[in-house]
Each structure stands twice: as C-alpha cells, then as structure tokens.
C-alpha cells in the first residue's frame, strides 16, 4: 500500500535552515508529483509547492518562494522540504503528499519549532 | 489568490443525523479544461487530511457512499448522512483550478 514516511520533530533556532524527508513506497514514485503543505496548529492548510519526481520540476506557492526549496532522490524514493532562514512564523506542521493538483496520500506530519 | 469560504465554522450533529457543509469561492472554479477542481477531505483530530470527495461529487477510494458532493461555479456543498462517530473532525474545502491551490478554513465537526 502507498506510504509516506516523514522524519521527525525539528526544533531550530532562529536564522537556521531545516531539511524535512519523506520517504515513499508503495507507488512508483518516478513518475508522480510531490506536494508540500504547512499547517500551524489550529489554523487551515496552506499549499507550498509540488515536484514532479521525473524530472524534479517544481511549481511553488508565490508566498513560500524563497522560503521552501523542493527536491527529490528517486533511487531512495524519497522527498526532500528545505526551508531556510527560519523565523518563528515557520512553526508549523508540514506535510508532504502524493499528488500535484491533488494529494491523495499524506504523510503524518512534521512538527517544526522555531525557538531560541 | 482564490478565497474558499466555509460555513458554518462548527457543527453539532446528533450519532445518525444529517448534516451540509457549504464552502464557496472567491472566483469559478471551472478550469479551461472543462473539469472544476474542487475537493473535501477531513482531518480527523492528530491525524494528516484524508481525501473524500475530488472533482466536486466524486467519491474517492474506501469512502462511504453516506458522503455526497454537489455544486458548480463557486457554490459547492458537501453533505454526510448517518453519522457516525469516525466522521468526527475538520472539514475542508480546497481548490486545484487556479494556482497557488487553496483550502477553505475549516469546518469542525462535532457530537451533539
């Protein structure tokens, strides 16, 4: 069955950056997209952006350029998130999920901290 | 950005009642291509979303058939009969058509 497998809690100083994983089965990973989400606890979701595994072409939500940068390792099936120069506002949950237009399979979640 | 209006923000239903979600958009979500990509999932409390309805009434996978969609344009509806206890949680519109995709606020859930 589809998995998505995400790294664990992060908790980061401010100014830092953070590498998330996601790490796939389950479906032929070369030939999907990717997409990435943030949800602060409590609040709606957000759309980051998405990658097509093929040939790692990305497509971002204009809020998070700059921030996020997609990435993907197709010999391990896995999907990379970075976020750079993190500021508390960055505190969040971040998924990713199959799917470009639409997710259908989600990772657990990733709770990232952003704190001194 | 395309706004997704949910309302209500809360519902109470009683185990078995009946219940409608509305979420509305700031603009058609009728694609060049003909289709209109409008979603619901739910996430369940701790849980990520899970995927119920895509392209506005179309169940997906695993879904009961107590979960229904309807609309067209910017008004869509999402209605679930019989509830039960596992419906329990926060239910969101999102949309595919125009870019960057958006989710509509929320709406919980919740027993009666």
């Known amino acids: 069955q589809v998995k998505l497998q995400q790294s664990g809690a992060e908790l980061v100083k401010p100014g830092a950056s953070v590498k998330l994983s996601c790490k796939t089965s389950?479906?032929?990973?070369?030939?999907?997209?990717m997409s990435w989400f943030k949800q602060i606890p409590g609040q709606s979701i957000e759309w980051i952006g998405m990658?097509?595994?093929?040939?790692?072409?990305?497509g971002y939500n204009q809020k998070f350029k700059g921030k996020a940068t997609l990435t993907v390792d197709t010999s391990s099936s896995t999907a990379y998130m970075d976020l750079s120069s993190l500021t508390t506002e960055d505190s969040a949950v971040y998924f990713c999920a199959r799917g470009g237009r639409v997710s259908d399979y989600w990772g657990q979640g990733v709770m990232v901290t952003v704190s001194s | 950005d395309v706004v997704m209006t949910q309302t209500p923000v809360s519902l109470s239903v009683s185990l078995g009642g009946q219940t409608s979600i509305s979420c509305r958009s700031s603009?058609?979500?009728?694609?060049?291509?003909?289709?209109?990509?409008l979603y619901w999932y739910l996430q369940k409390p701790g849980q990520s979303p899970q995927l119920l309805i895509y392209?506005?009434?179309n169940r997906f996978s695993g879904v009961p058939d107590r979960f229904s969609g309807s609309g067209s344009g910017t008004d869509f509806t999402l209605k679930i009969s019989r509830v039960e206890p596992e419906d329990l949680g926060v239910y969101y519109c999102y949309q595919g058509t125009h870019y960057p995709w958006t989710f509509g606020g929320g709406t919980k859930l919740e027993l009666k």
């Open positions: 990658i097509y595994a093929g040939d790692g072409g990305t």
């Open positions: 603009q058609s979500l009728v694609h060049s291509d003909g289709n209109t990509y």
């Open positions: 392209k506005v009434s």
């Open positions: 389950g479906y032929t990973f070369s030939t999907s997209y």
